[in-house]
């Protein structure tokens, strides 16, 4: 039996990747601070699913919870065999108007986390000559705004470095770049992405589709959509200058992800 673990499993695209996962048969391990959620998600895909649901509760931005979630990973007696770590957050406040303490515990979650958690999942995963790695980013990762977008592109190099570092292994890593998803990413940030047209928005269940049509054909980045391929490759080509402006603006509007 298949077993995945997801991080920020409670809503959004990590419900999603839990009920995908579990439609496919794996058992899964769901990781969020919040333990009753986590025993009412985990009940519903029991109910519907008929797979073996573990909850663990881990703050992610706390050493704590990442110590928890390593020991799991690292635990050999009951492997884990799909590792997607979706865990994060945002914030609308431009640099030097978020307190210094919100930004690095930004980047404990989108960076510290990531690194640790991926190396204990792929350490074990090498071993037994399989596995595979989801880490979610964003398609902020390539627009140049503040701590948000800088972490999510440390998540997609560290994702493709890592991934031709272990190819021939068995052990596949991708980084999962989504647009705007209709999550609660955005009500808990504060943020009022109300004022966003609907073709801007992605549906979490599609993302997930994508990710895993992406991983199967051996994808080492994977960008959702057609609308937000064009938006990678425009920022690719546009002055940064000018990419930056704009960017920025709608970013501390309606922010990432």
Not at 213 to 220: E, F, M, P
């Amino acid at each position: 039996m298949t077993t995945s673990l997801i991080t920020g499993a409670t809503a959004g695209i990590g419900a999603a990747f839990a009920r995908r996962l579990a439609d496919d048969g794996h058992d899964l391990v769901l990781v969020a601070r919040d333990g009753k959620r986590l025993e009412e998600s985990a009940r519903e895909l029991r109910k519907r699913h008929g797979v073996r649901v573990q909850v663990l509760v881990a703050d992610l931005s706390t050493e704590e919870g990442i110590t928890a979630v390593e020991a799991r990973l690292a635990d050999r007696a009951e492997p884990v065999d799909v590792l997607v770590n979706n865990a994060g957050f945002g914030n609308r406040a431009a640099f030097l108007d978020a307190p210094v303490a919100e930004e690095l515990t930004m980047l404990k979650v989108h960076c510290e986390a990531v690194l640790r958690l991926t190396y204990a999942a792929a350490k074990a995963m090498r071993e037994r000559g399989r596995g595979f790695v989801i880490n979610v980013a964003s398609v902020a990762a390539f627009l140049p705004r503040g701590t948000y977008s800088a972490s999510k592109a440390w998540v997609v190099r560290f994702t493709q470095g890592a991934a031709r570092e272990l190819a021939g292994s068995g052990v596949r890593l991708m980084a999962l770049c989504p647009g705007f998803v209709h999550t609660e990413f955005h009500q808990r940030a504060g943020m009022d992405a109300s004022g966003l047209p609907d073709w801007v928005w992605l549906d979490a269940d599609k993302v997930v589709a994508a990710a895993i049509r992406d991983l199967a054909v051996g994808k080492a980045v994977s960008v959702p959509d057609v609308r937000y391929k064009a938006v990678v490759g425009l920022a690719k080509v546009m002055p940064i200058g000018v990419f930056a402006r704009v960017s920025s603006k709608a970013g501390r509007r309606f922010g990432p992800r």
